[in-house]
């Protein structure tokens, strides 16, 4: 209805999208970017840059505990795969049209999210109920 594309960009391989989106219900665009080239481009850093303790809705473990069901995932997952640089952080971004950037958070660290909810009221878009859902997956 707002007229908007969600898109995802992993830095994984492209094996992972299917996995993705079973495991999260993700049903929108998604791409992959091996060499993280474009996280590069708009300056995402690799590292924790800050510790400090964030408390974001959508993230349901701490640093610690997510690293370590993160890396059980890759493990016993088929391909024994890391899923991309696991030191790689990300970011949202709500871009056009054109090239106009509305909004820009990048990840200071693994739990440093912005909500789902938030992006999505910046975007225009309908927001969504999660108090039904599970909080999401573990970093």
Partial sequence: EANVRLIVIG??????IKPFCRLTGYT????VDPQREIYK???????????A?????HVKSNMFLGSIRSMWRAMTGPAFDFQ???AQQGGALILGPG???HFLHLDKNRLDHVPINTVLQLAGVKTVNFSNKPE???I
């Fill in 11 to 16: 830095q994984s391989s492209y094996h992972h």
């Fill in 41 to 51: 481009m708009l300056g995402m850093k690799r590292g924790e840059g800050n510790n």
């Fill in 28 to 31: 929108h665009e998604m791409y």
């Fill in 99 to 101: 090239n106009e950037v």
């Fill in 136 to 138: 999401i997956i573990d």
């Fill in 53 to 57: 303790s964030v408390q974001s809705p």
């Fill in 84 to 86: 991309g640089d696991p």
